[in-house]
């Protein structure tokens, strides 16, 4: 990890009314801070919420991470067509600009394992400097969506949301995230690539 890279506030938030009140542990929280912290080379500060399923809650705690500098903010769970799942409403009216491609690529990856995933309703959208996007529930879902698929060999079959992540984040104004290939390649225009830093002789 090189001390040029630029630090990184990452908002993540469980939605869950079972975990959140202690019935059965919480697994989005411990998989996203995994996933980023093997994807990301930069530093990376975590802002956690573990919440219930209420609209209000998740609308305000999305609010309070993109007003606490939060470049990033990752939710799990809620984004199905199951009454008390609501995190796309909350999502949606904390909304600046909705950004449907990172939806439509996530049902695009899950359907290659059930059909139900037409049932997902995730959503990604831009509060100010801060890209809000919403992750499936499951530790193996939240992985797939984010690197995409991969053949045994490691060479990418379906490419993941978070390739595309690094460079929004350029366009709105934050910091400059750099991955680690074999995690996850991000992709960016040639123009908008920082020039590798010189190593010390």
Same mark, same amino acid.
């Given at each position: 990890?090189?001390?040029?890279?630029? !630090?990184? =506030?990452?908002?993540?938030?469980?939605?869950?009314?079972? !975990?959140?009140?202690?019935?059965?542990?919480?697994?989005?929280?411990? %998989?996203?801070?995994?996933?980023?912290?093997? !994807?990301?080379?930069?530093?990376?500060?975590?802002?956690?919420?573990?919440?219930?399923?209420?609209?209000?809650?998740?609308?305000?705690?999305?609010?309070?991470? #993109?007003?606490?500098?939060?470049?990033?903010?990752?939710?799990?769970?809620?984004?199905?067509?199951?009454?008390?799942?609501?995190?796309?409403?909350?999502?949606?009216?904390? %909304?600046?600009?909705?950004?449907?491609?990172?939806?439509?690529?996530?049902?695009?990856?899950?359907? =290659?394992?059930?059909?139900? !995933?037409?049932?997902?309703?995730?959503?990604?959208?831009?509060?100010? =400097?801060?890209?809000?996007?919403?992750?499936?529930?499951?530790?193996? #879902?939240?992985?797939?969506?984010?690197?995409?698929?991969?053949?045994?060999?490691?060479?990418?079959?379906?490419?993941?949301?978070?390739?595309?992540?690094?460079?929004?984040?350029?366009?709105?104004?934050?910091?400059?995230?750099?991955?680690?290939?074999?995690?996850?390649?991000?992709?960016?225009?040639?123009?908008?690539?920082?020039?590798?830093?010189? =190593?010390?002789?």
């Amino acid at each position: 990890m090189s001390d040029a890279l630029d !630090a990184v =506030k990452i908002g993540i938030v469980s939605v869950s009314d079972r !975990a959140s009140t202690g019935v059965y542990e919480d697994k989005g929280l411990p %998989a996203l801070r995994d996933w980023l912290g093997r !994807a990301l080379k930069n530093t990376i500060t975590f802002e956690s919420r573990l919440i219930p399923d209420e609209k209000d809650g998740i609308s305000a705690a999305l609010i309070e991470l #993109a007003q606490a500098g939060c470049a990033l903010v990752l939710t799990t769970g809620g984004t199905g067509p199951a009454v008390r799942d609501v995190t796309p409403e909350a999502t949606l009216a904390v %909304a600046d600009r909705e950004m449907p491609g990172f939806g439509e690529q996530m049902r695009q990856i899950s359907l =290659k394992f059930v059909p139900t !995933a037409i049932l997902s309703r995730q959503c990604a959208v831009i509060r100010g =400097k801060t890209l809000i996007i919403n992750l499936p529930g499951q530790p193996k #879902a939240i992985q797939e969506t984010l690197e995409g698929l991969k053949d045994a060999g490691g060479q990418q079959l379906v490419a993941g949301i978070f390739a595309a992540v690094p460079y929004c984040i350029d366009l709105i104004g934050g910091p400059y995230l750099e991955t680690h290939d074999d995690v996850c390649k991000a992709f960016r225009p040639k123009s908008a690539r920082r020039p590798l830093p010189e =190593k010390a002789p």
